[in-house]
């Protein structure tokens, strides 16, 4: 960021959100394979800041499927949130082989910690096999199964607007159920059609792992993953007057800056495909200094946009410089009484002395003199 350490925008007001300026979006994944047999590798792709998904997996068949004769119809359990998947890919995968000791594991990994709320996966066609999901937190250790997010199993045939499926009207499926931190949905042997699960989890994960064991037959299982994005704008004012370049940062529940811009002349800015997770944080870099801000605040995308943020900042006070001090005086040493010399000079003292002496000493050869002098 430009101009020094990033500030945190201080004073947030929120606004209603009017239908005409909402900015609500759905995404399905953009998937991507390659690979052999039993060694596949592949991505995922969402907006928002949704982070970037990498998979492995011993399937001995994954491919993408364009969504163009299976789907998700918006009357769906997902779809009622996300919309139909009509004409969007998704993943389609068979175990590693046809019986119950050589499931297919696939694992995704996410480049850094994934949203808390906003994002969902599916799981479709658990019938005469059973898949097991368990996923890894930020902190290294396997989430409880519960923080997954179970949301409802379903079955995508005979809907209105869904694909054409189900001949015999089983309505088939599948059940769920946890064991620790394993999530799983058990198909009911039968192969039948549509039959399916979902998930939202409600933590940030750092990996999911699935595991598709063979049941019956020949199964086939489908994968889905969705995002949910809606967009924040606001203003940023310094001394009540717009700042125009000053940095904004759009920063996670993970402290990762998922996006980045700037405001205009007018002070405003705006970021559009956020996943609508909770306890987002505006931060700021003004290119003039201003004052240390207020906490920081945060923001939340899990109902509806954010709109009118605004950061009321003040410019920092010019310090008043500090007197120069001038050369310092130079001062002899200090001498002490003990330290002065005698003086040189005539004593008085002493010369008093010497002189009463004298007088004496005249005195005394005078006395015999003028006794004589008196006898005469």
Known sequence: MAGGAALALAALTVLPVSAAHAAETNTWSEIGVSGAPRAYTGTVSLPGGFPATTFTSTAREATRISGASTWLPATSDPGAIYGTSRNLPYLNQRPASDNAASPAVTTYTFDRPTPAAGWSFVFGDVDSDRVSVTGIGVDGAPVAASALGFQSAFNYCRLAGGPSCDSDNAGDLPVYSENGSSAQLVGNVAATDGASGWFSPTVPLISLTVTFQWQAGLPVYQTWFVDKTRSADGVV????????????????????????????????WSVDQLVADSDYTVVVDPPVDVKLPAEPVTFDLTTADATGITSALAAAAVPTPSPTPGPEETTGPTVSAADTLPETGPNPTGMLVIGAGALVLGLLVLSP??????RR
Do not use: F, L, M, Y
Request: proline content about 5%.
């Open 237 to 268: 004012t310094v001394d009540d007057e717009p700042i125009a370049d000053a940095e904004v940062s759009i920063v996670d529940r993970n402290d990762e800056v998922v996006a980045q811009t700037q405001t205009d002349p007018a002070g405003e």
């Open 369 to 374: 003199a003028v006794a004589k002098r008196r």
